[in-house]
Structures are given as C-alpha cells and as structure tokens.
Nanobody, 117 residues
C-alpha cells in the first residue's frame, strides 16, 4: 500500500504562483511514474504533468512553459510549480502514482486550487 499526502493548494490571483507537493509513504520501493492530474467542475479529470524515476517529464500542452514538475526520489515526493496561473487553472489537483509490483495506481485526496480573475 502507498499513501499519498498532498499540500500546497489555495486561492491565488491570476498571474500568481502556487507550489503543490505530494509525499508518498508506505510501500514506495516499486513506485514508477508519478504525476499530477486535475479536475475542474463539470469536466473530466485530465493529466497535468508526469515524471519518471529518472526525471523525464511530460506536460499537457496548455501547461507547458507555465508549470514545472519535479521529483525528489530520496523523499519520494513530487512537486508542481505553477506560475502565471489563469482562472481556467481552477480545479482540484490530484497526485497520481504508479506502482510496478504489484501493478496498481494510487490517487491522492486532491487539493483545491482556485485562481481569481
């Protein structure tokens, strides 16, 4: 079992920045890709960014250049630095972790990010 604890959400004005954190604990030895997803009201959950154990990253097109995902393997923690935030970035942001053995996907409880115009 893997437990995920997210932090860092909140209310920010458009153009501002926030940094999200997600710390994994428990059976972390088989954790592979870690990622952030988000879900806005009335919309489907979507990928924001992902990062491999080696640091390879992948971003959704609308986040490229504004969001940065990073990973600390020693702490088994990922971060999402969000800059130049827009009102359309308002959503619940979820941490997502993939385990190889056994193969399973874990989700965090979500953290609310609200960007005011």
């Amino acid at each position: 079992q893997v437990q995920l604890v997210e932090s860092g959400g909140g209310l920010v004005q458009a153009g501002g920045s926030l940094r999200l954190s997600c710390a994994a604990s428990g059976s972390t030895s088989s954790i592979h890709v870690m990622a952030w997803y988000r879900q806005a009201p009335g919309k489907q959950r979507e990928l924001v960014a992902s990062i491999s154990p080696g640091g390879s990253t992948n971003y959704a097109d609308s986040m490229k250049g504004r969001f940065t995902i990073s990973r600390d393997n020693a702490k088994m923690t990922i971060y999402l630095q969000m800059d130049r935030l827009k009102p359309e970035d308002t959503a619940v942001y979820y941490c997502n972790v993939g385990s190889l053995v056994p193969p399973y996907v874990y989700w965090g409880q979500g953290t609310q990010v609200t960007v005011s115009s």
